[in-house]
């Protein structure tokens, strides 16, 4: 099937127009929402037929539209003319900077510490022993922030981004001596060696250059015995990636502020829209097999980790947990969410 697949894009890729904006667009929301459409119906077997149909559905709005939008000249943004010449630390940072920044506060606070909630419980797992946590590429704080409201006794951010980092400590509702936020890179972190009791990284090693390195400096920095949370994007050759694969090659010319204002104006949340977006447009999408993973575990240092195999209703392991018979294609193993301990 993943054969099958992977020649269709190819062929429907070569088939755009390259003015057409709008269909690109739209194509791109459009495969996102099936994805969470086959979840919702129970993962119909007769998936690839339906999607190829609905897309030539798409198609032919797509060019009754495109004929009014041609070009993304109303939409263009200082930022991504900026971003084109600058290093990928700092692309990938603008990317999310620009997503974060348009969260309501109910995303940013309430739901972010729902989910958190959710991931933890699930699995069994509990923070509030910890003294002295870090969140390893932090980017807005929200995770900090959920952290500490859930018992670390007190919470270190760090973030490549100067503008997520502005951001988090304007959205601190902590002390400075609860929770405090400082820009660095991930793969040099600027603490000694075991400052902490408590790592945090969830959904930014695989952004970065050399994941392996992350790794090696959240083992560094942690106390012996103590413990952490990392999440990598697992999934490897799945539809999900495949999908992701083929947006991102069809929207290389479509700008990231001309996407979120498309998907504000059709109603998309603000969180939403960062589901989405950040996967089209940020530089680097490394994911791994679980043998990945643990491979490079053993080669940090880790003494023991476990994946979890439960999530937050919207998390793939979740998903799959509660559909037994999904196709593994789809999904692939699963996200890469790991207990780990030093």
């Known amino acids: 099937m993943r054969d099958k697949v992977i020649n269709y894009f190819k062929d429907y890729a070569n088939s755009l127009s390259q003015d ?3 269909h690109r667009a739209l194509i791109a929301i ?3 929402d099936f994805l969470d459409r086959l979840r919702q119906e129970n993962f119909p077997s007769d998936w690839f037929d339906r999607m190829r149909q609905e897309m030539d559905e798409v198609s032919k709005l797509s060019n009754i539209l495109s004929t009014h939008f041609e070009n993304t000249q109303d939409f263009d943004n200082p930022w991504e003319e900026e971003n084109k010449i600058q290093p990928i630390d700092y692309k990938t940072g603008n990317v999310y900077y620009q997503l974060w920044n348009k969260f309501t506060k109910l995303e940013y606070y309430q739901e972010t510490k729902e989910l958190l909630k959710d991931r933890l419980s699930r699995n069994n797992l509990k923070i509030s022993n910890f003294l002295n946590g870090l969140d390893a590429g932090c980017g807005g704080g929200r995770y900090s922030l959920a952290l500490k409201s859930m018992g670390i006794k ?3 951010g760090v973030d490549i981004s100067a503008d997520s980092i502005a951001l988090a400590s304007k959205m601190n509702v902590f002390e400075e001596n609860e929770v405090s936020f400082k820009q ?4 040099d972190l600027p603490f000694d060696d075991e400052s902490f ?3 945090f990284s969830n959904g930014v090693l695989h952004h970065t250059t050399d994941t392996s390195k992350g790794l ?6 942690l106390q012996p015995g103590r413990d952490g949370w990392l999440y990598l994007y697992g999934g490897k050759e799945s539809l999900f990636w495949d999908i992701v694969d083929f947006c991102r090659k069809i929207l290389t010319e479509v700008p990231q502020s001309f996407m979120q204002t498309l998907m504000k104006v059709l109603g998309y949340s603000p969180g939403r829209i960062f589901h989405r977006v950040d996967f089209w447009y940020v530089p680097i999408n490394n994911r791994y097999f679980y043998s990945e993973v643990t491979a490079m575990l053993d080669e940090a240092g880790f003494s023991s980790y476990r994946k979890l195999s439960r999530g937050a209703d919207i998390d793939w392991d979740e998903i799959i947990y509660n559909n037994k018979e999904i196709d593994s294609y789809i999904y692939g193993e699963g996200e890469m969410r790991f207990w780990i301990t030093k």
Request: net charge positive.
């Open 20 to 22: 057409r904006v709008v």
């Open 197 to 199: 009791d408590f790592v």
């Open 30 to 32: 459009y495969l996102f």
């Open 154 to 156: 007190r919470m270190q």
């Open 216 to 221: 090696s400096e959240l083992y560094r920095v």
């Open 184 to 187: 660095a890179s991930v793969l």
